[in-house]
């Protein structure tokens, strides 16, 4: 049987950021409650977002958000499939003066949430409120840095006809939810599930990104993937790089006989892999070093080169 890998404490008790947001004001986090008749709460009618915020180590006071841009453009269009209209601009202002009231003194998560408030019991998305919610928390190393063993989980993802998975839906986490619990009970650390056509889609909750012959693959976005923001950002850093980047499906027996593996996403950041079921992979993994340690180096807004993936806010110091 295998050993059961270390839960780490701050998967079971998160350090939260004292403010939140919620019903259009600032108030403490121990406050912002919401009714357990909960429309989203029952059904799953809730988008969300993630994005990873640094003390700039140059620049003491500094906050540095990772392509905050790109995170409110995404949440604003994934509140669409739930009629909700907000604009990039007013989720980033926002989300800006949460960082500014809380005052982080170290590397952090915020979690922006759309979703369906009333209290309702139809499964709509029609004639409900709906409202924005934000809460943080404290995050150093979300996954072993070091990396993971994976194995192929029994879980499927869900296809684009079933659900609009360009969205950040919430309802979609079931699935990551089951694959990571199963992984994790069978002795594994992470899950890498397949679609529905039998081709590999992604980890539980992050893109995944191979590498055969030097050449950089990845499942495209027609293989029922999130279209992720870390995944786009490793495709435009490694063809910078001059290295070859592959969009296509890909089969299973095509991981274990590949040269590198690594998961990417907003918490992972960049994650190697070391096994996949009962097939090690090689300990020389130049590519994916090369990148993981590039992609640190811009969130840490040490490249100037990427300057406009960099939102840096100062803070006031006590």
Not at 127 to 134: N, T
Not at 137 to 162: F, H, N, P, T
Request: aromatic share 8%.
């Amino acid at each position: 049987m295998l050993a059961q890998p270390e839960i780490r404490p701050q998967n079971l008790t998160p350090d939260f950021l004292p403010q939140a947001y919620l019903r259009g004001r600032f108030l403490p986090f121990s406050e912002a409650q919401i009714s357990i008749a909960t429309h989203a709460l029952h059904y799953g009618t809730a988008v969300l977002g993630g994005i990873r915020g640094w003390i700039n180590p140059d620049t003491p006071g500094q906050i540095l958000l990772f392509r905050l841009d790109a995170h409110c453009q995404h949440l604003s269009q994934s509140a669409k499939y739930l009629g909700y209209t907000i604009s990039p601009v007013e989720l980033k202002l926002k989300l800006m003066e949460f960082v500014r009231l809380n005052q982080p003194r170290t590397s952090f998560y915020i979690r922006p949430l759309i979703y369906t408030s009333g209290l309702g019991l139809a499964p709509r998305c029609h004639d409900i409120e709906k409202d924005v919610l934000i809460y943080g928390l404290l995050m150093g190393e979300y996954m072993k840095e070091a990396g993971v063993r994976c194995r192929i989980s029994s879980w499927a993802r869900q296809e684009d006809r079933c659900q609009p998975l360009r969205g950040k839906l919430s309802a979609a986490y079931i699935a990551s939810a089951l694959a990571k619990t199963e992984a994790i009970s069978s002795g594994f650390d992470e899950a890498i599930l397949m679609n529905s056509q039998g081709k590999v889609s992604e980890g539980s909750a992050m893109n995944l990104f191979l590498v055969r012959n030097g050449e950089l693959i990845t499942p495209s976005v027609d293989q029922d993937i999130l279209e992720g923001i870390t995944r786009d950002s490793v495709i435009q850093l490694a063809k910078e790089q001059n290295l070859r980047v592959i969009e296509r499906s890909v089969d299973k027996s095509e991981l274990f006989i590949a040269d590198e593996v690594f998961l990417c996403g907003t918490a992972a950041q960049i994650t190697p892999v070391l096994a996949i079921e009962s097939y090690q992979l090689s300990d020389d993994r130049p590519i994916t070093t090369r990148l993981k340690q590039d992609l640190q180096a811009i969130m840490l807004g040490q490249n100037s080169n990427y300057e406009h993936w960099q939102t840096r806010i100062s803070l006031t110091r006590s």
